[in-house]
């Protein structure tokens, strides 16, 4: 029986660097994906032919991005592949969501930090990860800058999927620690901090009616990913905070803990509403700590709100009416509030003619315009060339001796 045929990424793992990204780029652009620029197929047989080429394409894409070494994160995650990815990571399908998160992180983690982070825990101290840690260069400062916030957006809407499983949490806190280590610096930190929180508020609230399983996996990860950042800024107060919070829930709700989340039968409470606030990470303690070291406290207040974007409206899993309420609610911001609005003119021969017409002859007039003040121009160039010196001063102290009157004029009036 002949062995099935190697995957279409398995040839680029020898390749050097620069042709890997060429491959990378390839593979990306043959994604299917819903979007106004590429049709997709429809129809049941359409769906699962699409689902099988993203799939197979993406597993593809996984293989080559292992151990793809880029010092400079704009050349490994150019902004034309970045955004076809991240708009794979908003798909309804849990599996291709999972494979996103796993390529992010592999493009990501340049050091070998990423096997450290494969099981999610609340370490009392993390030098026993020994963490290979650099300073963030300039060129991923630069990168952070364009794209911080479209990765947090997406970050923050994969937390808040029904279908997640503790794969993806893994992958999530995989994904927030190495951005931690790799592409920090101040604000990124701040940053990181508040969505975090921001997804903290998401199980508290429950405004998207999520299982208890999602909810309890979202308090995990909150105190997971801000044990490890507190102890990575070495803010001691910051650290007394979120120690103080998980010994609290160690003895009062364990269910809010990785510990008793993400293991094979997880111990969950039926009843998560009306959590005390000592069982919270506090947003205000937080910014009051951190402020007192140095950073800004003011964004550190401010809580975190993904931006809507044009994805948001051909995303799969939202419904019609969303769709339409959401792009009622685009047109009314762009356009003026007590704007009526007027019937569309109705469009003739005539009245093509009639544009036509008086585009010409405005075109006939700013040409007309612009040969005069080009002869006006010249007549002047050629003044200075050929005229005597002794004209050429009299003119200019004429010039001079009427401006002069004139800011006399001014100044008496002034006075007065």
Do not use: W
């Not at 990181?192 to 999520?210: F, H, K, S, T, W």
């Not at 792009?327 to 009314?332: A, R």
């Amino acid at each position: 029986m002949p062995s099935p045929p190697p995957p279409a990424g398995s040839f680029a793992t020898t390749l050097p660097t620069y042709q890997r990204s060429e491959v990378i780029l390839f593979i990306m652009s043959k994604v299917p994906l819903p979007s106004l620029h590429q049709a997709v197929d429809t129809g049941r047989t359409g769906e699962n032919r699409n689902r099988l080429t993203q799939i197979m394409l993406l597993k593809s894409l996984l293989q080559v991005s292992t151990g793809f070494q880029c010092n400079n994160m704009m050349s490994a995650l150019p902004s034309n592949f970045l955004d076809r990815l991240l708009s794979t990571a908003l798909m309804e399908d849990a599996e291709i969501r999972l494979f996103v998160l796993e390529i992010l992180i592999s493009f990501i983690d340049r050091h070998g930090n990423r096997h450290k982070f494969s099981t999610i825990s609340t370490l009392s101290d993390i030098s026993v990860l020994k963490l290979k840690v650099d300073k963030c260069s300039r060129q991923d400062t630069v990168f952070m800058k364009k794209h911080s916030q479209q990765l947090y957006r997406h970050i923050y809407l994969s937390c808040k999927e029904e279908t997640n499983v503790q794969k993806h949490y893994e992958a999530l806190y995989g994904l927030l620690a190495l951005i931690s280590i790799e592409l920090a610096n101040e604000e990124v930190v701040v940053d990181l901090i508040r969505l975090v929180l921001a997804v903290q508020d998401v199980a508290q609230v429950n405004e998207e009616n999520l299982p208890v399983y999602n909810r309890c996996a979202l308090y995990a990860l909150g105190a997971a990913y801000l044990n490890l950042i507190s102890q990575l800024t070495t803010v001691p107060a910051f650290c007394q905070h979120i120690h103080e919070v998980i010994e609290t829930r160690k003895k009062e709700a364990p269910y809010m803990l990785p510990e008793d989340v993400f293991v094979e039968r997880p111990r969950l409470s039926q009843n998560l509403d009306g959590v005390v606030i000592e069982l919270l990470f506090r947003q205000s303690k937080i910014s009051e700590v951190l402020g007192g070291s140095g950073y800004n406290s003011d964004r550190l207040c401010l809580p975190y709100i993904p931006q809507l974007t044009d994805e948001d409206r051909l995303s799969k899993r939202r419904s019609i009416g969303e769709t339409i309420s959401l792009q009622v609610e685009v047109e009314s911001r762009n356009s003026p509030e007590k704007e009526e609005r007027v019937p569309a003119e109705e469009i003739t021969y005539e009245t093509l003619k009639k544009a036509i017409g008086e585009q010409l002859l405005g075109a006939v007039d700013s040409v007309a315009v612009e040969e005069q003040e080009r002869e006006r121009r010249r007549q002047v160039v050629e003044k200075f060339q050929k005229a005597p010196f002794e004209e050429i001063a009299a003119h200019c102290g004429a010039r001079a001796s009427l401006l002069q009157s004139k800011l006399n004029q001014i100044f008496e009036i002034t006075i007065r």
